[in-house]
């Protein structure tokens, strides 16, 4: 009797239509040289129920989702397709595989463990080994969720490569005016330097039983505090990007970035690319040189970083513009994390500079702007807005900083960008201290502002009182 083809559904979840994130692309070139089958979806947020549809006329044996889809509506999914196995990835995926009927978690390095998981459930073997996978038992008709106990660490090249990013992903619930924008993504380190930072002082005293559950098994249980425990070492409060930064000397990180550029230029005949990296600086100069002398064909190269970064680095900035110049194409500086023009909001979201960074990037950006119209673009920055600690004089302050935000964001608001993916973020555990956590069963969890009168105001300022 033929052997029935193991078939895989890959979904990513948007708000506007852009490429798949780099993972699952690189994954399906693995499953294709195990014989299985396979589909990719990219499905607009706002029309998930096209999703359904679509999906109800298939079978997938696995579907793999990343985080960004809703909690009720994966729910949904597993209820319809009962008889699949799901999996979860990606930085925020914690909270959504927590809450959610998703069989299946990874964490961190996901390459590996993605083909591990996929080799046991078609060959029917034990999943428990596997590195970097949560997954739930029954018990006495009640679900545990247990982990392998074995961690495997990033390493650039093994996630890399080989480098066969399938890109050609079908779109669900998107008008045909709906374009395509974004480059794809060339990866140049995982990780971020400025998780090596210090918390602050707001974030003394956190206690991580807050995070027990008796759900857990115990290797889970460990493998979460140690998340927990890493996220409590530095960075930005709310971050959920991994804790180990990850990255190679800078010839070598050339290389492999333009491994991806020639494959991507050459299979897909893209002409921008967006590099991901939080600290560009170390490379982009000597990147754009090696372009150029391989005869790359560029249009923009997106880089980001931190705004304290970017103002340290004017000078390359300013060298890296005038060399976009010279050659013909566009740098797109974005996702410089801005978050809020109020100093307390930046110590609470542990940024770890001054608000007058803001300032100064916001001259920087007008700066490149107007010495190079057409080699400079402004790509759009991080903004969270006001904190849940936010008080009435503070906000009166926000609301006259509003210049330097209107020149970077079109819609000034006070934000709604806290986005609680992770219960092990220190700003959780720190909202959850404080009693300002607001818990959902079957959603992300949210926040009230403390001060009860913040959103009076905000009303009022919204109706122009
Ligand atoms: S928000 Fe940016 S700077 Fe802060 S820890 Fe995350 S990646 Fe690093």
Known sequence: MMRKMFRIAFLQCQIVKELPHMNMPLFVNDIKALGCGFECICASRSKLEDLIKY??????????????????????????????????GGNGFLDTFLKSKIDFAVIGAGRQSFLGLVKALKNKSDISMIPNLFFKTKKNNRTFIDYSGKNLNFDLKRELFPYHPFLKWKYIGFTGRDKVVDPPSIIAEFGCAYRSGKLNHYYDNLSKGALSRNDFGAKARKRIMDLFEERMRGGCSFCTCTGTHVFLPIKETIAC?????????????????????????????????????????????????????ANKNKRTLLKIVGLAKKNNFMISLQQLGFES????????????????????????????????????????????????????????????????AHFLFDLFNFGNGLVLYDSCLPIYQKLKKDRLLIEHKTDLDCWRFKDKNISRFINDFHNGL
């Not at 997938?60 to 889809?69: K, M, P, Q, R």
Request: aromatic content about 14%; some cysteine; overall charge neutral.
């Open 341 to 404: 023009f109020i100093q307390n909001d930046l110590d609470i979201y542990n940024k770890g500079y001054r608000i007058t960074e803001n300032f100064k990037a916001v001259e920087l950006i007008r700066k490149l702007k107007s010495i190079a119209p057409g080699n400079f673009q402004d790509g759009g920055h991080g903004f969270i807005g006001i904190s849940p600690w936010i008080t009435l004089r503070d906000l009166e302050k926000y609301c006259e900083s509003a210049e330097h």
């Open 55 to 88: 999906l109800k006329k298939k079978k997938f044996d696995l579907i793999a989702v990343d985080y960004t889809f809703p909690v009720v509506f994966l729910n949904e999914l597993k209820d319809i397709f009962s008889k699949s196995k799901f999996v979860i």
């Open 257 to 309: 970035l333009m491994e991806q550029i020639h494959f991507l230029q050459k299979t897909y005949r893209f002409k921008s690319f967006a590099i991901v990296s939080e600290y560009p600086f170390r490379f982009i100069e000597q990147l754009i040189h090696q372009m150029v002398e391989e005869n790359i064909d560029i249009e923009i190269l997106a880089i980001r970083s931190r705004v304290d970064w």
